[in-house]
């Protein structure tokens, strides 16, 4: 008997077995028949032709069959049946064929059945993967619209809170201008107090508009001549009394590229230089040092940022630079904006990667790691541009044509000064 005839002889057997087990009800059953039995067809092509093409169709459809839910739930269900169903092709050949029709129908069909796993496997790894493909673009949309919605609430919230704000602010200054001429100090210490909670809280509004500015894109930027000594010398007597307070040293050392001008938003680098060194002194302990330091490279200027503080773990020294990328337990902060470990809403090192980055530049840290014990201490990094003509085609390639601010000579502005005859020392 040849093993085309020994296939047509078991072919009701072999049909009725798989069904039977690996189908369950008879509705499942109906139309699991007719896939079998178009399988059957198929392979009995395959057997005289010798073309293992022949069963593709039918492999390809199955591979792509899978639910959702078997998707879902990783369920490799086809290749479950067709690994069955050689093993019970074995089983019918056995039970209804002579030992040497048997084994040369086994001989002739296990490689098909081997082959058409392979493939049926292929094809349901494809199908998973377009799932997960799809699973993931899905989730993130999900979180692109979640982070879209995230901006508009900072920015709406910003903006709305900005109005009352300025109300109470000027209330408050009209009261404390009518008690400083009734010399009634008690009241006058309450409402500096309150003066205080205000400001406070208008840095807070003016950070979150800043943050949305940035996620928009529409932080704008008015470039003027700026002198990097200048920046460094109002830097240094802005955070003196803070450091005094704290018995802090900040050393601000003379070096090359520290007497330069170059052109950018004076305002807005003071503010990025700013957060970085109030970041530097809140998380250095009393009595430690914060360093200001740099150096000259190839078209750029790097303005560097050293404390002796607790560190930064290498796994969040690219989270502080998120929105709202606090580190430890904001439980646990102190309320002071500049005491040690003091709490904050996370927004000033996300504000000043948008400033350098808007300039041109950028801005990284380096820490050995966090240690409240050993103080292993933060490095942080600003590399700036070093643009002398406010036509600089990097300035020209981001921003298109910018207009020179010419200095007000009368008028105090950061970086619209001479540069000074002395340098910063420490």
């Known amino acids: 008997m040849t093993v085309q005839e020994s296939l047509q002889k078991i072919r009701t057997h072999w049909v009725e077995r798989i069904s039977r087990e690996l189908a369950s009800g008879e509705g499942v059953r109906a139309g699991f028949v007719e896939q079998l039995e178009r399988f059957y067809e198929l392979l009995e092509h395959t057997v005289v032709t010798g073309n293992l093409a022949w069963l593709d169709p039918v492999l390809y459809d199955w591979g792509q069959s899978p639910t959702e839910t078997n998707l879902e739930q990783g369920d490799y269900y086809v290749s479950f049946v067709v690994n069955r169903m050689t093993t019970l092709t074995i089983e019918v050949a056995r039970e209804n064929l002579n030992k040497k029709d048997a084994l040369e129908l086994i001989a002739a069909v296990v490689p098909i059945f081997t082959h058409s796993l392979s493939v049926v496997v292929r094809y349901e790894m494809e199908t998973r993967v377009a799932h997960i493909s799809s699973e993931l673009n899905k989730t993130q949309e999900k979180l692109q619209q979640l982070d879209h919605n995230k901006s508009n609430f900072i920015s709406v919230a910003a903006h709305e809170l900005k109005t009352p704000l300025t109300l109470i602010e000027g209330y408050t200054a009209m009261m404390v201008d009518m008690v400083e001429q009734s010399g009634q100090s008690p009241i006058d210490g309450l409402l500096k107090g309150v003066n205080t909670g205000i400001h406070r809280l208008r840095q807070i509004i003016d950070d979150m508009i800043d943050v949305s500015l940035i996620d928009n894109n ?63 002194i809140k998380y250095t302990p009393d009595k ?139």
């Open 288 to 426: 430690g040092t914060i360093t200001i330091d740099g150096r000259m490279l190839p078209g750029f200027l790097e303005v560097v940022i050293t404390d002796t503080g607790i560190g930064i773990s290498p796994e969040n020294q690219a989270t502080i630079f998120e929105k709202f990328g606090q580190l430890g337990r904001t439980d646990l902060h102190s309320s002071g904006k500049t005491k040690f470990k003091g709490g904050g809403p996370g927004l000033g090192l996300p504000i000043t990667r948008g400033i350098i980055e808007a300039h041109g530049g950028t801005i990284w840290v380096e820490s050995e790691g966090y240690d409240e014990v050993k103080l292993k201490g933060s490095t942080f990094h600003v590399l700036l541009p070093t643009r002398t003509e406010a036509t600089d085609p990097l300035i020209t390639k981001f921003f298109g044509h910018v207009e020179q601010s010419k200095p007000e000579s009368e008028k105090e502005t950061i970086g619209k000064e001479a540069p000074p005859t002395n340098n910063p020392t420490a």
């Open 218 to 280: 529409l932080l704008t930027l008015n470039f003027q001549p700026v002198w990097v000594s200048h920046l460094l010398n109002l830097l240094k007597n802005e955070l003196k009394k803070t450091t005094t307070e704290r018995k802090q040293d900040l050393i601000v050392n003379q070096f090359e590229g520290s007497d330069l001008m170059i052109y950018g938003d004076s305002e807005r680098l003071y503010q990025a230089l700013y957060n970085v060194a109030s970041n530097a």
